[in-house]
């Protein structure tokens, strides 16, 4: 069973920055594409950021600047640093990843971490 948990979530002000984890566990043979989404109250799920096996990235085009996504192939875990918060980045994020178990390729959901920007 592949699991998928992130953390770092929380209450912050606007200005601050964040930096939020996902680690996947279970029986992995390989991970693919790494990537966040976010979905703010009201909104549908939107995607964020993602990176490859090789580290190559790729972001939503708006405010792109402000997040960065990383990861540690070693430790099976997706990292998403955002910079200079604001109220509208409030939401709940998650993270998907594209891998390869015993079940086969699947894309696996984590239960997502809530972000709060407010003064």
């Known amino acids: 069973q592949v699991q998928l948990v992130e953390s770092g979530g929380g209450l912050v002000q606007p200005g601050e920055s964040l930096r939020l984890s996902c680690v996947a566990s279970?029986?992995?043979?390989?991970?693919?594409?790494m990537a966040w989404y976010r979905q703010i109250p009201g909104k549908e799920r939107e995607f964020v950021a993602a990176v490859t096996w090789d580290g190559g990235t790729n972001y939503d085009n708006t405010d792109q600047g402000r997040f960065t996504v990383s990861r540690d192939n070693a430790k099976n875990a997706l990292y998403l640093q955002i910079h200079t918060l604001k109220p509208e980045d409030t939401a709940v994020y998650y993270c998907?990843?594209?891998?390869?178990?015993?079940?086969?390729?699947?894309?696996?959901w984590g239960q997502g971490t809530q972000v709060s920007v407010s003064s």
């Open positions: 279970g029986n992995i043979s390989k991970i693919a594409v």
């Open positions: 998907k990843s594209l891998i390869l178990s015993t079940s086969g390729w699947m894309d696996y």
